[in-house]
């Protein structure tokens, strides 16, 4: 109700603040209008003063018109005029031209003879200098051979460093490929029992057929917590002894409860799966005895079998029940130690495997190897995942190695490229060096034929100053004549250009008035385009005002309704609180009630409190007597279960199994005398191997796989060997028949291209075709037949160009790209080849890379690349059979 009150109190301060708003809108609303009228009116001013000044701009405009024209034609008078003008001084100037030339030819040749004598004297200096440049050149050049020599040094200590690397990359490819055999060894041995345990394979028939029908019925599996051996963990120390010391129950199944096991084995009776013996979870309990500390170790006790292994703490009553009762010792003489100390009442196990059962009854003697036990697989199969995870770990650090190294032999390799660059650098020094040497040599004897030429030069420069002096003469007077003349054609341009000059004048006079008019029209046009930006933002101005006085009057009328509102809110609160109060005097009665029915219960729960004692006194009587049956009942099954172990350790049977075998004996003596000769005639066979069967049907099927892979290898051996022979033989007869017909082209093309001679192909090992080499013999006209390598350049090259015609003659291709193959060959050999060219280009399209015009002139299309500005190149191609159709036209 405050807060109410409260909020009423500031929407009334709300309704005056809002007053005082909308008053002050208002206010702006008038002031804006008055602004927005005054604009409007400096607007029509400004637009009626444009009007006259573009008026006044255009009459200017026509009046510069009318003046450029009177000064073009004052100014193209005064153009001829001085074009007469120059016309006369040229001919003075090259008058005086000609007479300077005869002059300076005369001083020319008295300079030329003393030139003559300074040159002989500064070739005489130059050929001085050039025999110590000489002497320079030569010492550069034993400086880089030196440098040739560090490099070659340099490389080779490199290159020994490279096959120390590549020694170390192969002994790392065989650790890689060696850990990578041992890792898939492992691998597949880790398959091998993976598979083994999945199938299930060691396991009584009737647990395997259990497993295997659980992973295909759902609501079998949830019933099934799983086998005794898959929910423990036991040190490979302890895996003998624990394996023996529960025997075949390392294949009892643990169910959830026993409703689980009772449909189970509905499930395997139905099926006809077998018998299983099962261990639900919520009845079996831990029977574990406990040792002292003293005789553990007086006795070699290492523990208990439920505290040598490692399981979930949800099976510890399961665990407790199967191995809380059984002793693990080191060895058997500990175990006759410990079975008299706890007066023969339990089993002890050595590490051996050897047994001390209940009541002093030893087993003992030779077991098989321990690979074959189902505990074993479980620990072989962790080693193996422990032993592939460390081998891959050790792949990747040799895989890493290997990268390493292969990084450093590229860092050696470019290192190695960058020693045999810069001896390639300096062999070209070197080479430089020799050419300029060379070069000097020869500027040297060209000095001492210059200082001979140089005396026969003297003798025909006389000859030549007789003529000179007439010559001279007759232009003087020529160029007086003219220079009267070019003084009137002065005075005459003088007299036009005064009258240019003052037209020109009133021209600028008038260009300047016409050019304030226009800066004052643009001045004009800006300020008009600002004043209608003002004005536009002064509407916008204008129309936010009035929104926002409409929208301080609509929250106005809302503040008023919500005072409204309140006040009948207010008005209802305070009817709710009268009819609170009454309700809460109701309840003071009730509570009041309430305390008198409290005692009295209180009173009742008393006498029921003593009547609850005297229960719990028969109770606890009842619980005694109840202690003592558990008493005997964990005797008789302590015995009940020493039966069951010597059942299942001697006959390898369950409880169930043995009632089926159940007979009725005449005769206990001869029955006893039977089962020791049974017995004895079993020890005879030695040990059984329970996975031997399943290991021999895989082996066996490997086996017959792997022969089978084996005949499948042989048969397509000894097929693609008869393909391959069939293949040769076809090679050799199509290398043949090509061969002959290339050997003939050759020698035709070869003879055509020559203009003579002629040339063979010949293989190097007739018996060998496939494999052998070919050497290509030619005999160009005049000479003896030789080998293709001691041939010319060009005549290489032309022979090249015969055996790719020859080709060409006997499979034709698409297209050829000949990349400046002439340009070795003289103009005689250019002509002889492309006419040949031309032949085949009907079936073939050649493309031609070339600088000689004689192939240039055969082409259909020419492409040339040009560089019209610097940087930007540019294509530019011709079809010549398209141009010569026009000519021939």
Request: one cysteine or more; aromatic letters at 6%; hydrophobic letters at 35%.
């Amino acid at each position: 109700l405050a807060l109410l009150k409260e909020q009423k109190k500031f929407h009334i301060k709300d309704i005056d603040r809002l007053k005082t708003e909308v008053k002050d809108l208002e206010k702006e609303l008038i002031d804006l209008g008055d602004a927005d009228g005054s604009m409007l009116e400096q607007h029509r001013d400004m637009e009626m003063r444009l009007k006259v000044l573009r008026d006044e701009l255009a009459s200017y405009e026509i009046r510069l018109s009318e003046m450029d024209s009177t000064v073009q034609s004052k100014q193209n008078a005064i153009e001829v005029a001085r074009e007469q003008s120059m016309e006369l001084l040229n001919r003075i100037t090259d008058k005086k031209g000609q007479i300077n030339g005869i002059e300076s030819f005369e001083n020319n040749i008295n300079k030329r003879i003393a030139e003559i004598k300074k040159q002989i004297h500064i070739l005489e200096d130059e050929k001085d200098a050039g025999i110590d440049l000489l002497r320079d050149i030569e010492l550069m050049k034993c400086k880089e051979e030196d440098r040739i020599i560090k490099y070659n040094r340099l490389l080779s200590d490199l290159k020994l460093k490279d096959n120390e690397d590549k020694l170390e990359l192969n002994r790392l490819y065989e650790k890689i490929n060696k850990n990578k055999a041992e890792l898939q060894g492992n691998i597949s041995n880790y398959g091998l029992l993976k598979n083994m345990q999945e199938a299930y394979e060691g396991y009584y028939r009737s647990v395997k057929n259990l497993m295997l029908a659980c992973e295909k019925d759902g609501e079998l599996k949830k019933r099934l917590v799983g086998i005794v051996a898959d929910l423990l963990k036991v040190d490979a120390k302890y895996e003998r002894a624990i394996d023996i010391a529960l025997g075949g129950s390392l294949q009892n199944v643990v169910t959830w409860n026993e409703r689980d096991a009772k449909f189970i084995i509905s499930f395997l009776r139905n099926r006809g799966l077998g018998r299983v013996t099962f261990l639900p979870l919520s009845i079996i309990k831990d029977r574990s005895i406990y040792i002292a500390q003293e005789d553990r170790k007086r006795y070699g006790i290492l523990g208990l079998g439920s505290e040598l292994v490692d399981y979930d703490t949800k099976f510890s009553g399961i665990i407790g029940y199967l191995l809380g009762r059984i002793i693990i010792v080191e060895d058997l003489d500990y175990a006759v130690s410990a079975a008299k100390r706890f007066d023969y009442s339990y089993r002890i196990v050595t590490l051996g495997g050897d047994i001390i059962n209940p009541g002093g009854a030893m087993t003992g003697g030779s077991l098989p190897k321990i690979g074959g036990t189902l505990l074993n697989r479980k620990h072989r199969i962790g080693d193996l995942e422990k032993r592939i995870n460390r081998l891959s770990g050790t792949q990747r650090e040799l895989e890493e190695q290997k990268v390493a190294l292969e990084v450093k032999m590229e860092k050696n390799q470019e290192k190695l490229n960058s020693y045999e660059e810069g001896l390639q650098k300096v062999s070209i020094e070197a080479i430089k060096l020799e050419n300029e040497a060379e070069k000097h040599a020869e500027r040297l004897r060209g000095y001492s034929e210059s200082i001979e030429k140089y005396g026969d030069e003297v003798e025909g420069l006389n000859l030549e100053l007789g003529n000179i002096q007439n010559t001279r003469e007759i232009l003087k007077r020529e160029i007086e004549t003219l220079e009267v003349d070019s003084g009137l054609t002065k005075k005459t341009i003088e007299q036009f250009m005064l009258e240019f000059e003052r037209e020109r004048q009133l021209r600028e006079e008038l260009a300047r008035k016409a050019t304030d008019m226009q800066i004052e029209v643009s001045l004009l046009e800006d300020r008009l385009g600002t004043k209608e930006n003002e004005l536009g933002k002064l509407h916008e101005n204008l129309k936010a005002k009035t929104q926002l006085r409409e929208s301080k009057q609509d929250e106005y009328v809302q503040v008023e309704e919500a005072i409204k509102d309140m006040g009948q809110r207010i008005l209802a609160i305070k009817e709710d609180m009268e009819k609170t109060s009454r309700l809460l005097e109701d309840k003071e009665k009730n509570i009041k009630s309430l305390r008198v029915r409290k005692d009295d219960l209180m009173d009742e729960l008393y006498q029921q409190q003593l009547e609850l004692n005297e229960i719990n006194e028969k109770h606890r009587i009842l619980e005694e007597k109840r202690n003592d049956w558990n008493i005997k009942k964990a005797r008789y099954e302590v015995r009940l279960q020493g039966l069951m172990e010597r059942l299942m350790e001697n006959y390898e049977l369950e409880y169930e199994g043995a009632l089926e075998l159940l007979i009725q004996l005449d005769d206990l003596e001869d029955a006893y005398g039977e089962v020791k000769t049974l017995k004895r005639r079993i020890k005879n066979l030695g040990s059984v191997n329970l996975n031997s069967i399943a290991e021999y049907d895989n082996i066996s099927n490997r086996l017959e796989f792997m022969n089978g892979q084996y005949d499948d290898l042989i048969s397509a051996k000894q097929d693609l060997q008869g393909v391959i022979l069939d293949m040769e033989d076809r090679m050799k007869i199509q290398f043949v028949s090509s061969f002959d017909r290339i050997a003939k082209n050759f020698n035709e093309v070869f003879s055509i291209l020559f203009d003579g001679g002629r040339a063979n192909l010949v293989l190097e090992d007739e018996q060998n075709i496939l494999t052998c080499g070919i050497e290509i013999e030619a005999q160009p006209p005049g000479k003896k037949l030789q080998n293709l390598s001691l041939l010319s350049g060009g005549e290489k090259a032309l022979t090249a160009v015969a055996l790719l015609f020859a080709i060409f003659q006997v499979k034709p291709a698409p297209f050829c790209v000949l990349d400046e193959i002439d340009a070795a060959l003289d103009e005689s050999n250019i002509n002889r080849y492309t006419n040949y060219l031309k032949t085949l280009s009907d079936d073939i399209q050649f493309i031609m890379i070339t600088h000689r015009k004689g192939t240039m002139e055969i082409a259909d299309v020419l492409y040339g690349v040009t560089m019209e500005e610097e940087g930007i190149s540019k294509i530019v191609s011709v079809k010549l059979t398209d141009d010569l159709d026009e000519l021939a036209s």
